[in-house]
């Protein structure tokens, strides 16, 4: 028997020995052994399951678009977003065009694979099918048309976090280090896809930062330039919502519904809120309402609740919280005096 890493030269067997002999039970315990079941009884019970419980199957159907594919061509274009710094090797200026023409060429098929397949589970009604092959390389190489424009943002969204963060060092460790700005890239980016009305990708890619992050930004979302958000974890920003220029939210803001009761009923209507330009809400801040507008060089402060429209230059904060400082020690020896 080998030795086992960091054991010593111990074997198994006496290793178990020892920790049964630690154990808080007898091991004379009897063993009741389970049944055994061959796999085809195993996979008997889920077939019996997909034909009882069909809700959550996709059987016999179209092909939906691949998670997996979605997530590679995500990085990919991250990658050309902002070459150099999602690259395991660099990349020379002389290089650039040569790496991103490849680069493109690999993005653009199979996005366009992607694309087809989401046209095919949900197809819009005002585009023929027989076409559906030519629509989704148009629409590819459209949305890769818009590459330098979404940088464009981008460079502000980066100026906002490397302004707005006294702990940044410089504006390379915001690219490569800030989750915010890697999540900002893909809601951009997925964005432009929710415009053209493609189906099942957008969500799966902000989805896919969504895990990465900790920031749920919805592909609708209409967020303006400079936008930053500082640590980021917990954010969420829902799909009517709009955002002006230069906002900074922090860690824990949402911009939600009032309420979802009326489910599918409430699609296609506006019901997240609207903030303006320069507004800033801080950490646990929580705005609802698709009429609620956050007036431009407006604050929000920690834990607000709002429910309702504010003002320009408005500075909105929560008064009822009371905070009570004492010391430990006495409280100790106050818990002690109390008997029952």
């Known amino acids: 028997m080998p030795a086992l890493p960091g054991i010593g030269l111990r074997p198994y067997p006496a290793i178990r020995s020892r ?20 796999v085809n009884q195993l996979a008997e019970r889920l077939a019996a399951s997909y034909a009882q419980v069909g809700g959550i199957n996709h059987l016999d159907g179209k092909n939906l678009p691949s998670k997996r594919a979605i997530a590679l ?9 902002f070459p150099g710094f999602f690259d395991e090797k660099l990349v020379h200026s002389s290089e650039i065009q040569r790496e991103a023409a490849t680069l493109l060429e690999e993005v653009l098929a199979s996005l366009q694979g992607e694309i087809k397949k989401s046209l095919n589970h949900y197809p819009p009604p005002e ?3 027989k076409d559906f092959r ?10 890769l048309g818009s590459l330098p424009r979404i940088r464009d943002l981008l460079q502000t969204d980066v100026e906002a976090a490397f302004n707005g963060d006294p702990a940044a060092l410089s504006k390379e460790e915001v690219i490569v280090a800030y989750p915010c700005i890697e999540a900002i890239a893909v809601q951009r980016l997925a964005h432009e896809l929710y415009l053209k009305n493609i189906p099942l990708i957008p969500r799966i890619m902000t989805e896919w930062a969504h895990t990465r992050t900790g920031m749920d930004l919805h592909p609708g ?8 958000v500082d640590h980021c974890t917990g954010t969420v920003i829902g799909e009517t919502s709009i955002l002006g220029n230069h906002v900074k939210m ?4 949402g911009l939600v519904a009032r309420s979802l009761a009326a489910g599918q009923q409430l699609r296609g209507h506006k019901r997240h809120p609207t903030i303006e330009d320069r507004v800033t809400i801080y950490a646990g801040a929580t705005i609802m309402g698709g009429d609620t507008i956050v007036g431009e060089s407006s604050t929000i402060g920690a834990n ?7 003002p320009p230059h408005s500075l909105v904060i929560q008064e009822e919280a009371n905070v009570k400082v ?3 020690k006495d409280r100790q020896k106050e818990s002690q005096d109390f008997t029952v």
């Open 19 to 38: 920790l049964r002999a630690s154990l808080a039970i007898s091991t004379s315990v009897t063993d009741n052994a389970p049944v055994q079941l061959t």
């Open 73 to 81: 061509i995500t990085v990919d274009l991250l990658r050309l977003l």
């Open 127 to 129: 585009l023929p099918k």
């Open 134 to 143: 030519s629509i989704s390389r148009d629409y590819a190489i459209e949305f």
């Open 221 to 228: 979302a209409q967020i303006g330039t400079h936008f930053f």
């Open 250 to 253: 922090y860690q824990g803001v």
């Open 304 to 310: 607000v609740f709002l429910t309702g429209s504010v």
């Open 326 to 328: 004492m010391n430990k």
